[in-house]
């Protein structure tokens, strides 16, 4: 079974920074794109960046040039390092695994992001 553990989350004053873990097991995770994802109170699932596994990387333009996406193959782990929070950065962050199509398969449990001014 599939299993997805975030970690990393926290509440961070606006501007402030966050690493968020994703450790995936079960699966062969150098083969899987991988994502990660937020959803806002009252607001739906959005897509905040994805990382192919040759690498390739996509960012939501509300991120762009503040968040980065790393996999770490060889321990398995996805990394979302976040920099100049801002209050809208406020979220559940989920980390997702392997694409069947365009929809990823796993889902994690998700982790806290609280940015206050």
């Known amino acids: 079974q599939v299993t997805l553990v975030e970690s990393g989350g926290g509440s961070v004053q606006a501007g402030g920074s966050l690493k968020l873990s994703c450790a995936a097991s079960?699966?062969?995770?150098?083969?899987?794109?991988m994502g990660w994802y937020r959803q806002a109170p009252g607001k739906e699932r959005e897509l905040v960046s994805t990382i192919t596994s040759g690498g390739t990387t996509i960012y939501a333009d509300s991120v762009k040039g503040r968040f980065t996406i790393v996999r770490d193959n060889a321990k398995n782990t996805l990394y979302l390092q976040m920099n100049n929070l801002k209050i809208e950065d406020t979220a559940a962050y989920y980390c997702?695994?392997?694409?069947?199509?365009?929809?990823?398969?796993?889902w994690g449990q998700g982790t806290q992001v609280t940015v206050s001014s």
């Open positions: 997702a695994a392997c694409k069947k199509g365009t929809i990823f398969q796993s």
């Open positions: 079960a699966f062969i995770f150098s083969t899987c794109s």
